[in-house]
Structures are given as structure tokens and as C-alpha cells.
């Protein structure tokens, strides 16, 4: 059961993962909190309260850098992609290819 739970734990870590550098890679200068967890929140289902961790976690890692700029008299915190964050968006593309074809296979062959 506990292997069960790990890896239920670390298929959504990695969904989160995928859609938050996925989301920041389309914007060059990247994008701000809100407009990231709105974007996520409309492909995953996902509390409120799980999403700015994810964030921090991701910049923590190196894979997001974060910055404030004004906007409408109010500061936004911004995240962009880092160059390891890029490589390891690039992972999971390469990572997810494997997996879904695996998958595409399994249903193709009738197992």
C-alpha cells in the first residue's frame, strides 16, 4: 500500500510539474502567479492551496526564477523558466513520449 501512495504522490507531483514549466515556457518573460494557477487550475483539478507551493517548490529547485513588477499600482511576483527548468521540461516531454506510447501500445495490442 505504501508503494501504491508514493507512487500516486509522485504521478502528481510530476502533472503539476508538467503544467506549471509547460504554462511558463509559452511566455518569454514569463508570467505571473495568478495567471499560472488559473491556467493550471483549468486543465487539472487542483485546490487553491496546493498551487503556490508547487511554485516555490519549482523555484527552489532552480527551475523557475521569480521577480516583482508593478502593475496597475501593485507589484505582481512574475515566474520565468530558468535554463534548468527548460531541461527539465524537455524531461518530461521526453519522458511523457515514452509513457504514452507505451500506453498507445497496451490498447492497440487488446491487453
Known amino acids: 500500500m505504501k ?3 508514493a507512487f500516486h504522490e509522485h504521478v502528481v507531483r510530476w502533472k503539476l510539474n508538467v503544467h506549471f514549466t509547460g504554462h511558463i515556457s509559452r511566455e518569454k ?3 505571473y502567479g495568478y495567471k499560472i494557477t488559473q491556467d493550471v487550475r483549468s486543465v487539472l483539478e487542483v485546490s ?3 498551487l503556490y507551493p508547487v511554485l516555490r517548490r519549482l523555484q527552489k529547485d532552480e527551475c523557475l526564477e521569480a521577480y516583482n513588477m508593478e502593475y496597475a499600482g501593485r507589484n505582481r511576483k ?6 534548468k527548468g527548460a531541461a527539465q521540461l524537455n524531461l518530461y516531454r ?3 513520449e515514452i509513457y504514452s506510447s507505451k ?6 495490442e487488446g491487453v
Open 29 to 31: 518573460d514569463g508570467t
Open 94 to 96: 521526453s519522458e511523457w
Open 48 to 50: 487553491e492551496s496546493t
Open 78 to 83: 512574475y515566474y520565468k523558466l530558468t535554463d
Open 3 to 5: 508503494n501504491a501512495i
Open 103 to 108: 500506453i498507445t501500445r497496451m490498447f492497440e
